[in-house]
């Protein structure tokens, strides 16, 4: 069996996004490499959110984005090319950006293949792909902080971050539970399962600050599967979202005042489209220094979190 140490170093020598930023930092990259990412065939959330690494990066390295349309969406409801449609145009990610497909002088080149192969460094006609950029930017995940007003920009173009004309009224406080695809029986899942005891536990914290502000405080579960097994939920007076349409369900995780996210890229890549109050509940996806972390009993900072609430615009009684 093979040491730690040297299964260590092997995974070193792995190329990787960091690997490519080092190379450009240190001049050894033409400075007019073009990257984008492109590959993934999973959900909606999981696409988006290698897009906006992808232009985090960029933007970070000082190359240039060029964008890849979405190509397959899983979860199709409808047919598969127009639900791929909708979600390419409900993100907007490409608006504004030169299409990674629109020269036909550029070569495309794979992220390891270009790493490995230093005679491509230094000429003027290659993209780089890859699935995702999120190794570098999990590094270092402030680097999503400049480009996000331009990623909502684009969003908002659709009408994407547009609240509902019946807004309900105090603070809303949207609370993303992960079940349809994960089980606290599957071993493959279960790490991406969350106990309604911890979920609970948020919400009695977070509704407490925000009464303690003098607003009300709006609760919206969403999730997939049978509204039953949403009844705890349900008896602390959250109002149940469940199977609703994932398009409404971004909007609804966008636009609240609070959003709780769960293991999921669909509801942290809501997050990345919010700007305001985001607690994240930790997993592999690393978020911006903005955001607020629970820790293993679902609990979050109570003094940030109650000057978070005091900053809000919407608050009838600041400085809790």
Known sequence: MPSLTRIFKKALKIPNAVQL??????G????????TARGKTDGAGAQAHACMSALAFANATGVRYVHS???SVAHAEGDPL????????FFGLGRGEVEAGSDATAEMVDLKTFLNQTKLWKRHDIIVHAEHF??????????????????????????????PTHAPSGLVMAVHIRRGDVSRTDTETASRFTDDEAILATIKQCRSLV??????????IYSEGRPEDFSAFADVGAHLKIGLD?????????????????????SFVAGLLSDSIKIYEPFWSKPPSDWLTLDAAGQVDTDK?????????NVSTPGI
């Open 21 to 26: 930023a080092d190379a450009i930092r240190s």
């Open 28 to 35: 050894r990259v033409s400075p007019s490499l073009r990257i």
């Open 69 to 71: 349309p979405f190509q």
């Open 82 to 89: 127009e639900w791929t449609r909708r979600w390419e145009d």
């Open 134 to 163: 999120h190794d570098f930017c999990n590094r270092q995940p402030d680097v999503y902080l400049p480009v996000l007003p331009a990623i909502r920009s684009k969003f908002h173009t659709s009408g994407g971050l547009n609240r």
């Open 211 to 220: 009464t303690a502000s003098g607003s009300a405080c709006h609760i919206d």
């Open 246 to 266: 994932p398009f409404e369900t971004v909007l609804g995780l966008a636009h609240a005042d609070i959003l709780i996210t769960a293991k999921s890229a669909f």
């Open 305 to 313: 979190l109650r000057q978070r609430i005091a900053d809000l615009p």
